[in-house]
């Protein structure tokens, strides 16, 4: 085993037994929410970070599982990585309507004994923000050195800084936005409509993989560059010639297929129908008449936003406009746009700039 | 000169610095003058080199515009050496007395006594401290002279409060009074908008 993975790590579980009130105004129960955690919670217990998941992540965010398969960021959390569980605390968790072990749509209903499907109430970025809270509670940790996120992940960052600033001392915003564009919506609405469609939706014994899929393919080209799919497919073949039909002839109609069917065997058609909605809704700055720099007003968190240049799903523009706001606002803020060929995804990928710019970020206090 | 600059500081006061650089000048006046600071840079090193400091900077080409900053939302807003690298001098320097109370801008003196030698006796294109690029490869494509910069100001509605005279390791020199656009190598402004 090399000495920067965490090799085998545990999921652990936090039961909350009492009633949760959602911000649609529907209730839990109750909930349970699995989650991991790597690294040691120092004596002061000042190193504690947060790292919030995006639409199909989960708790399991670095080292190897029970089936010894790597978390979705293994390549930057570990021992001497960009965030380095020699020093922090890490934990990650599994938000509400997950589908890989906390409380969501494959759940049992206490109320009819029956899965909740397509009746798991919605949730938002502020629901999740308060469960994390109670696990917070839970784990005995007085505030979060850091509560970090890329993509919807970043929305969850954000939201901690604004619900709980006594709670967080600095949040990294990656890849994200303050709310999402009428373009990403549609993505959205045409990914949900892709499940909704499907003949096995709601069906009794049957899950909806082919809508999931298609659903999948669809988020799959928007979190790449045109570039990136240049380079990786360009328009090479499977075999040398055309042969007039539908069949899987360009590679790269093969690799999103292949995404497709590999995703929809892994996730819950529900959960993705869920998460779309918590993107959609996302807009701390509503309960503000849309004025984002009074939404931060009582923002204490020092804040690192990050872009990647070649990402048109959560372009930098999206980002500097979080910036200004927290500019507006007489925040800390630091900005930084980061030069990448890999569209959205590469808030996943390491390199020495995103490395180095987080690990100082978090490690330096004048 | 970053002390001549922290003079011009009110304590406590909001700055941003354009071009920051590593972030050198906001992490001393944070020190000095318990400022709250944010500079702009686009060299990826010198952010990170900010980052080191704990200095807040934000990725942004100053020739891309400011529009993004409030009216009067700064106190200070200071340039320092590289108003002259600019594409738009004169439109920076509207924006930047517009954005802060009082802006704070260095520039290097071109009239410099050393300056003008070099091409008139030497027939070449000047290469001093304060302006050491070979002309084919330098980043400063609109060089002045105090004169010039001055004029600026009076032609784009910028009132001069202050000038300091300096050689070009920053230290103010008092004989360059008798000949200031000849013997100044840098001089540093403070200005703001006229009213």
Redesign the interface.
Not at chain 1, 332 to 338: A, G, P, Q
Not at chain 2, 50 to 54: A, F, G, I, N, P
């Given at each position: 085993m090399s000495s920067n993975s965490l090799g085998q790590v545990e999921t652990k579980r936090f039961i909350h037994k009492d009633t949760f009130a959602l911000k649609s105004g529907k209730t839990l129960q109750g909930f349970e929410m699995v989650y991991q955690t790597y690294g040691e919670l120092n004596e002061a217990k000042d190193n504690a970070i947060l790292i919030c998941h995006a639409l199909s992540g989960n708790h399991h965010v670095a080292g190897l599982n029970e089936e010894d398969k790597k978390g979705w960021w293994d390549d930057m959390v570990g021992p001497n990585k960009a965030f380095d569980t020699n020093k922090y605390f890490i934990v990650g968790c599994n938000n509400l309507g997950g589908c890989h072990g906390s409380t969501g749509p494959n759940s049992i209903n206490p109320e009819n004994n029956l899965a909740y499907g397509s009746s798991f109430p919605m949730v938002t970025v502020g629901d999740w923000v308060k469960s994390q809270n109670l696990l917070r509670t839970h784990l005995g940790l007085p505030y979060w050195y850091a509560v970090i996120g890329g993509s919807l992940g970043g929305m969850q960052a954000l939201q901690w800084s604004i619900d709980y600033p006594d709670l967080v001392k600095k949040i990294v915003v990656i890849a994200a936005a303050a709310k999402l564009s009428a373009q990403n919506i549609a993505f959205n609405e045409i990914a949900r409509q892709a499940i909704l469609a499907d003949p096995n939706y709601n069906s009794e014994d049957k899950l909806p993989k082919t809508g999931l899929g298609l659903a999948r393919m669809l988020g799959h080209i928007t979190y790449l560059s045109d570039d990136a799919m240049r380079e990786k497919f360009g328009r090479d073949m499977k075999k040398d010639e055309v042969n007039f039909s539908y069949d899987v002839e360009f590679e790269v109609e093969s690799y999103l297929r292949y995404q497709g069917e590999s995703f929809s065997n892994r996730f819950d058609a529900h959960t993705y129908l869920l998460m779309t909605k918590v993107l959609d809704y996302f807009d701390p700055a509503e309960a503000y008449e849309g004025d984002l720099s009074k939404t931060l007003k009582t923002v204490t968190a020092k804040t690192?936003l990050i872009a990647f240049s070649s990402d048109w799903r959560f372009s930098p523009e999206r980002s500097?406009e979080l910036?200004?706001a927290f500019?507006?606002a007489?925040k800390?803020?630091?900005?930084?746009?980061?030069d990448s060929p890999h569209g959205h995804d590469a808030f996943l990928m390491p390199s020495e700039?995103y490395d180095?710019?987080v690990q100082?970020?978090l490690e330096?206090?004048? | 000169m970053n002390k001549l600059i922290g003079n011009f500081i009110q304590p406590e006061a909001?700055v941003l610095d354009l071009g920051c650089g590593d972030g050198s000048l906001l992490?001393f006046l944070?020190k000095n003058n318990q400022v709250?600071g944010?500079g702009l840079e686009i060299d990826?090193q010198k952010?990170?080199d900010?980052?080191?400091?704990?200095v807040?900077?934000?990725?942004?080409d100053i020739d891309s515009g400011l529009s993004?900053?409030?009216d009067q939302?700064f106190d200070a807003v200071i340039m320092s050496q590289s108003i002259q690298a600019l594409r738009k001098p004169e439109v920076a320097l509207e924006e930047i007395t517009r954005i802060g109370k009082e802006a704070i801008i260095s520039i290097p003196n071109f009239a410099n006594w050393r300056c003008r030698l070099q091409l008139i006796l030497g027939g070449t294109m000047p290469v001093s401290s304060a302006l050491p690029h070979d002309w084919y490869s330098t980043p400063n494509i609109h060089l002045c002279s105090l004169k010039d910069f001055e004029r600026l100001c009076v032609a784009h509605g910028a009132e001069i409060l202050e000038r300091r005279l300096l050689s070009f390791d920053g230290q103010e020199q008092t004989f360059m009074k008798a000949a200031p656009n000849l013997l100044t190598e840098i001089a540093l402004y403070r200005v703001k908008a006229r009213n």
């Open positions: 690192l500097r910036a200004n500019i507006e007489k800390d803020v630091s900005f930084l746009e980061i700039t180095n710019a100082t970020f330096k206090n004048e | 909001r992490a944070r709250r944010l990826h952010i990170q900010c980052l080191q400091k704990d807040n900077v934000v990725d942004q993004n900053f409030q939302s």
